[in-house]
């Protein structure tokens, strides 16, 4: 009998276990067999895809952009906006850690933010903030999973495991598997797991660990080089591995076209979310087309030292947030991007032992750019001496009523759109007045007895009802949901007043049920769309 040394024993079983190694296998061991994405630490890259209409209506439909901005771990909204009217109260709720009147920024007679926020001063005065106040829902879970997950499904049934975002994009873009785009819809950098962009039937992300690996593959095209890794077993694994990242990344060519057309801005700083911005930043400014992201700073779960923590986190993204929209005006498209900050729920009225807080429920959203059209607020704050028995603030306005006037205002999304989005009861609409009747670009007005807008005229067909305000040329396409022409080209010229435009004749087209979009474009440059349906 032939005796094998130890090592020799350990290397023969080694080679012996890897002899039927197969590529799926390797997947399976890594825990990435059947998954939707590649993960590489907590943090991910999310990119959503949009199937249909891509070329159809790209200028108009990536002509507005969201970003999204979460604060993970609960911001503290009573030491973001602070009541002046009954600062007494909040004083005496929290004699450590409340930021004294001496520090504070007037935003008017009854709310101001701390002196360290004073990077939104000038937005505030230029007429591009808005707060929302005591924003939240009904029985607050203090969870910081279930409330992220609440907030991102916008229902507390742990049977739904799909979110708003998600259901937004499968309801419009029902053929995303077969027919991938040439660019992102949205992107999304850290906030790993988070379902805000999960579908019924596909996850519409992978993932990334950090800010600096989306910088690579800006830089790249590529998120890792997978030469010179070797021949032995190792080496194959790593270039497998490699390859199938870099293969993940679809859109590593279209990234790091976008990044390589547009130039760096100074003003950021040498900081993690700073990348993060300045990256959303590079995209939008090289022409990627991608129409939300999805930013993460985390560190607000501040039981303890919330002072210096709080501090600290709201200068980084008061600085970032003043350095964006800069570089966005510099480059003459700042109107054209809104940014929105959320976090899975506000913190207690009462301060701690620990000159922290603790999970607590409402909370403000704040709004950031020119298109907002004026500085304010939306709701009424909370009461400070009406608190329910854990003593939490009761929330004013439920937070699917802001998802929903962002989708209905910002992303002029339809009814139909809104439903697939929004579970839960019906949400009331916030009315913002940012506005999707192209006004704000074309020459177009909304004239109440004959609104822009298309109507379908029973077996007449489809008529385009609009009135516009100056003599300009004017060219309209009709498309179906996957992208195609149908119905009647209109391209002439047209005089000030109202017009009646038959988009579809039924007698000629035999136009199935379903929805359709139509597609404006005013002097070859300026375009606006939105769906019409046929019943």
Known sequence: MKHHKPNELHLNSHDHDHAHWDRRGFLRTLGMAGAGAISFGSSTLSVVESPLLNQALSDAYSDRILLLIRLKGGNDGLNTIVPLYDFDLYANKRPK??????????????????????PLAPMWGEGAMKVIHGVGYENQNLSHFKSSEIWATTTPDSEISTGWMGRFYEGKYMDYVNNPPEKPLAIQIGSGGNMIFDGDQTTYSFSVSSPQRLERVAQNGSLFDNQNNGNHLHGQQVSFLREVSNTTFRYASVINEAYESSKAFDAYTNDNFDLQMSLVSRFIKGGLGTKVYMVSLGGFDTHANQPERHESLMRRLTKAIDAFYKDLTNYGIADKVLSMTFSEFGRRVAENGSSGTDHGSAAPIMLFGPALRGSGFVGKHPSLAALDQQGNM??????????????????????????????????????????????????????????????????????????????????????????????????????????????????????????????????????????????
């Not at 004017?474 to 119905?487: A, N, P, T």
Request: glycine share 8%; proline share 6%; aromatic share 10%.
């Open 97 to 118: 850690i409340h930021i004294p009147e001496n520090k504070l920024y007037k935003l008017n007679d009854h709310f101001a933010i701390p002196n360290f926020m004073n």
């Open 394 to 535: 009761a929330s004013g306005i439920d937070f699917r009523a802001v998802y929903a006037t962002v989708l209905t205002d910002w992303l002029c999304a339809d009814p139909v759109d809104i439903g697939n989005a929004i579970s839960g009861p019906k949400p009331e609409f916030l009315g913002l007045g940012l506005g999707c009747d192209g006004s704000e670009k074309l020459p177009l007005t909304d004239d109440p007895l004959m609104p822009l807008h298309a109507a379908v005229n029973g077996d007449q067909g489809v008529s385009l009802y609009l009135t516009i305000n100056e003599y300009a040329q004017v060219e309209i396409s009709v498309f179906d949901v996957l992208g195609r022409k149908v119905g009647n080209t209109i391209d002439t010229r047209l005089s000030s007043g109202n017009h009646n435009l038959s988009l579809i004749d039924t007698a000629v087209h035999q136009l199935p049920p379903g929805q359709y979009f139509y597609k404006i474009m005013i002097n070859k440059d300026n375009t606006y769309s939105k769906s019409f349906f046929v019943r």
